[in-house]
């Protein structure tokens, strides 16, 4: 049994609903895959970019804290340092012309594992990066990119663990990772279905400040599971081993539950049932306002209430 396949979605809290939409749409050249809001309070843009078909491992998910009085993103100990996405190898000075274009402030890092690194923050404050990398996924270019500069999903994300040894127990312990390289004080981590995911990447942070969530930061990471049985099933293996989870919530596209892993880390574990399709074709994807369940019978109200943003 292997319970987590790869990296599903990445969620962070944006500041300017209308940058960060055209940020993802039409700069990095996702597709927008779902258009709804906050599962818990309906007044908030939830909006999910990824590939064409949104396949697990290019999610990236944000909500939209707009007006609401929460203290910005602080990189340390505890926080989810980075997102990268990967885009094809010879492409960083196209893309750092672009999103210096874009006026998006970009440096190049030091080469990790052999690959280039170009880090950014998008329009939000969200600490990004775009790694040049050998990617097996091919989805459709989108926009007016092509295929030699597409994004083609996740490359990793970086965590700096409170623990760090904790944290590398608990991936490689209990969720079965792989460590697949170490370069100074970064540990690689791979998953069951890697080529069509990304890494996790711990780094040692020992001598960084404690961090902590914020605006422009990334809320959590979400693991791949299988099926919902895996899920109930890896329930019951980590709330036996000590963690404390939430129950298991339909969240209409997937089934999720959330939990803090032991360094400190905000991560959900998420199946692919029964997908995007659910109340869109595929063709229409992120077209309409699709609202959670429980919110289903109040449309006008919440159409009503959400900040006016534009999709076009
Ligand atoms: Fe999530």
Same mark, same amino acid.
């Given at each position: 049994?292997?319970?987590?396949?790869?990296?599903?979605?990445?969620?962070?809290?944006?500041t300017d609903g209308q940058k960060d939409h055209d940020f993802y749409t039409k700069v990095l050249g996702l597709r927008r895959v779902k258009k709804t809001i906050n599962h818990e309070t309906a007044d908030q843009w939830h909006l999910f970019y990824g590939d064409y078909d949104g396949n697990a491992g290019t999610i990236m998910t944000n909500f939209f804290f707009e007006n609401v009085p929460l203290p910005?993103?602080?990189? &340390? /100990?505890? %926080?989810?340092?980075?997102? #990268?996405?990967?885009?094809?190898? +010879?492409? *960083?000075?196209?893309w750092q012309r672009r999103l210096e274009a874009h006026g998006l402030s970009c440096e190049r890092r030091d080469e990790r594992f052999g690959e280039q690194v170009?880090?950014?923050?998008?329009?939000?404050?969200?600490?990004?990066?775009l790694i040049e990398h050998d990617d097996e996924r091919d989805p459709p270019a989108l926009g007016d990119l092509d295929d030699t500069h597409k994004v083609r999903g996740f490359h990793s994300t970086t965590i700096i663990s409170r623990i760090p040894e904790l944290t590398l127990q608990f991936f490689t312990g209990l969720l079965q990772a792989e460590v697949v390289g170490?370069? &100074? /004080?970064? %540990?690689?981590?791979?998953? #069951?279905?890697?080529?069509?995911? +990304?890494? *996790?990447d711990l780094l040692d942070g020992a001598d960084l400040p404690w961090g902590h969530w914020g605006l422009g930061g990334i809320h959590h990471v979400?693991?791949?599971?299988?099926?919902?049985?895996?899920m109930e099933m890896?329930?019951?293996?980590?709330?036996?081993?000590?963690?404390?989870?939430?129950?298991?919530?339909?969240?209409?596209?997937?089934?999720?539950?959330?939990?803090?892993?032991?360094?400190?880390?905000?991560?959900?574990?998420?199946?692919?049932?029964?997908?995007?399709?659910?109340?869109?074709?595929?063709?229409e994807l992120g077209s309409t306002?699709?609202?959670p369940k429980q919110w289903a019978d109040q449309r006008a109200e919440i159409e009503a209430k959400l900040p006016t943003l534009r999709f076009d």
């Open positions: 049994m292997t319970w987590v396949r790869g990296l599903h979605h990445i969620t962070g809290a944006a910005p993103w602080k990189r &340390g /100990r505890g %926080t989810i340092s980075d997102v #990268a996405f990967s885009v094809p190898r +010879g492409s *960083l000075d196209f170009l880090g950014y923050v998008d329009p939000s404050g969200i600490p990004s990066e170490t370069e &100074g /004080r970064r %540990t690689r981590l791979a998953f #069951a279905d890697q080529g069509r995911s +990304g890494y *996790l979400a693991f791949t599971v299988e099926s919902k049985e895996q890896l329930w019951r293996v980590l709330s036996g081993a000590g963690a404390i989870l939430t129950d298991l919530r339909d969240r209409k596209w997937f089934h999720s539950m959330y939990m803090t892993e032991p360094g400190g880390i905000n991560i959900e574990f998420s199946n692919l049932d029964p997908g995007w399709t659910v109340d869109e074709p595929l063709e306002l699709a609202l």
